[in-house]
């Protein structure tokens, strides 16, 4: 039985890790109107982006307080081990997550039209060199793609 929590724990985690990619759009964007605004990339850096949800620590803890009240004779103890367990399955579980979301991407500033500044970061491809033009595309995410104009 533990080792079928600790498998779903794992593959919770999986799906824990955001999608940063310009190129994906969620269900509900789909039919979504937004505003698009053209610019210019005047600074383009690689970043780190820590994807973390909370649901590692709260998988963890369930799989170490169901590990840990296995543990002794007596319910004094079970309720000891519970504890326990969930408070290290949690510790564990946000380690994990932490290192197993975290991901590589791209920070752009773009100088818009009108001449705003304006910083947004995406996943890693496609990478877009300074002087390129792209448009802005508002929405939840934002992202950046080029500029079929030019």
């Known amino acids: 039985m533990n080792r079928i929590m600790v498998l779903f724990a794992l593959i919770l985690l999986l799906g824990c890790t955001p999608n940063v990619s ?3 759009y969620s269900v509900g ?3 979504e109107v ?3 605004v053209a610019g210019t990339i005047i600074s383009a850096r690689s970043v780190k982006i820590d994807g973390t949800s909370g649901l590692g620590a709260a998988s963890g803890a ?3 307080a169901t590990a840990g009240s296995a543990l002794g004779g007596g319910v004094r103890s079970n309720i000891v081990g519970a504890v326990g367990g969930a408070v290290i ?3 564990a579980g946000a380690l994990a997550e932490n290192s197993m979301t975290k991901q590589v991407g791209m920070e752009y500033v773009i ?3 009108n001449g705003n500044l304006m910083t947004l970061v995406q996943g890693e491809t496609p990478a877009y060199a300074v002087g390129a033009k792209v448009l ?3 929405g939840s995410p934002s992202r950046i793609i080029p500029d079929p104009r030019v």
Do not use: D, F, H, M
Request: proline letters at 5%; hydrophobic letters at 30%; charged letters at 10%.
């Open 22 to 24: 310009p190129n994906s």
């Open 62 to 64: 369930a799989v170490g």
């Open 111 to 113: 100088q818009t039209e």
């Open 34 to 36: 937004n505003r698009t």
């Open 29 to 31: 964007s789909v039919g």
């Open 89 to 91: 399955g949690g510790v």
């Open 136 to 138: 802005i595309l508002y």
